[in-house]
């Protein structure tokens, strides 16, 4: 059974750097995984995604966040991460580790994950 456990979020100045990690239980039984975020009051987005058996490596970001974020994955540890760079407070949500294993592909969307992480919160304020 899939398990995802979210670590490394908090409260960050604007201008500074965050790395989220994701651990898989399952093992990295997964074609992809992905990241999301949601802001209060606002509709769950799609940030990063990699190939884990699927077109292993490959990376997809969301326009938000391309050239500051970077999605990576350690198979050894069964671990996703997320690097986020120049934090803006508009970065400021929940984020989530998903993971998809019912079909090949990298998806960018919420219907293409059937596991979620709990969510961490991370905070952009001076």
Known sequence: QVQLVESGGGLVQPGG???LSCEDSGR???YSMGWFRQASGKEREFIAAIGIRWNS???YYGDPVKG???IS???AKS???LEMNSLKPEDTAVYYCAANQRA???GRRLS???HWGQGTQVTVSS
């Open 73 to 75: 994955s350690d198979n």
């Open 112 to 114: 293409d994950y059937e």
């Open 28 to 30: 990295f039984n997964s």
């Open 104 to 106: 090949g592909g990298i």
């Open 17 to 19: 750097s965050l790395r």
């Open 68 to 70: 500051r974020f970077t």
């Open 79 to 81: 671990t996703v991460y």
């Open 57 to 59: 490596g490959r990376t």
